[in-house]
Structure formats: structure tokens, C-alpha cells
């Protein structure tokens, strides 16, 4: 495989990844705070981390969420908070991110509303 279709094949997969998360989001009006990371367009690593930095800022926006239970393909089923986009962007705009990718995901975030 050359690299330029790598570099396609990796492009379109990640596309297809954030146009789901935003479609789930869409159609459940919620979703975990790492399927928030994903649609606006961090891949799957840097949105866990992403998550967990909102987590930790929901306590300080007074946002409490919606909880339930987290269904992976291959994994034990998980407690998980659930949030709306609006609950999103009030913990987004707390978030204070170093990394130039995390400054763009925050403010992608903070507009979803």
C-alpha cells in the first residue's frame, strides 16, 4: 500500500468516526463526553484524554449529566455520564487547554450548542 492511500484510507476513516459520534448525538440528544471529543474531530486517544479534563471541569460548572450505561463491541458494559451539547459547552468554556489541538476541540465544543 502506498502512502498516499494510507494517508486517504486514515483520513476517510476518521471523517467517517466523527460524522457518526455527531449523528449519535444528534439522534439521542446525548452522549459521553468522549463521543463530544470525537465529533469535533479528535481522534480516539486524544478524546479520552480530552474527556477526561471536561470530568474533572463538570464539577466546577455545577453540570451533573444524565447517568447511564456505556455498551462496547468487545467490553464489559460500564457506568458513564451522559451530557447534552449545551451541558458541553458550559464545561468547555471552563476547560483551559495547553495543546493547540485541544484549543480547537474546546472551542468546537463550546460552539455545539
Given at each position: 500500500?502506498?502512502?498516499?492511500?494510507?494517508?486517504?484510507?486514515?483520513?476517510?476513516?476518521?471523517?467517517?468516526?466523527?460524522?457518526?459520534?455527531?449523528?449519535?448525538?444528534?439522534?439521542?440528544?446525548?452522549?459521553?463526553?468522549?463521543?463530544?471529543?470525537v465529533a469535533a474531530g479528535l481522534?480516539?486517544k486524544e478524546a479520552r484524554t480530552?474527556?477526561?479534563?471536561?470530568?474533572?471541569?463538570?464539577?466546577?460548572?455545577?453540570?451533573?449529566?444524565?447517568?447511564?450505561?456505556?455498551?462496547?463491541?468487545?467490553a464489559k458494559a460500564r457506568a458513564?455520564?451522559?451530557?447534552?451539547?449545551?451541558?458541553?459547552?458550559?464545561?468547555?468554556?471552563?476547560?483551559?487547554?495547553?495543546?493547540?489541538?485541544?484549543?480547537?476541540?474546546?472551542?468546537?465544543?463550546?460552539?455545539?450548542?
Amino acid at each position: 500500500m502506498t502512502a498516499a492511500t494510507r494517508t486517504r484510507r486514515n483520513t476517510l476513516k476518521t471523517r467517517a468516526r466523527q460524522n457518526r459520534a455527531a449523528a449519535k448525538i444528534r439522534r439521542q440528544g446525548v452522549a459521553t463526553l468522549a463521543t463530544h471529543c470525537v465529533a469535533a474531530g479528535l481522534s480516539i486517544k486524544e478524546a479520552r484524554t480530552v474527556a477526561g479534563s471536561l470530568r474533572k471541569n463538570a464539577a466546577k460548572a455545577n453540570v451533573t449529566g444524565t447517568p447511564g450505561i456505556s455498551y462496547a463491541k468487545n467490553a464489559k458494559a460500564r457506568a458513564c455520564t451522559r451530557y447534552t451539547p449545551a451541558e458541553v459547552a458550559a464545561i468547555a468554556v471552563i476547560y483551559r487547554p495547553r495543546k493547540p489541538v485541544y484549543k480547537v476541540a474546546a472551542a468546537r465544543l463550546a460552539l455545539a450548542a
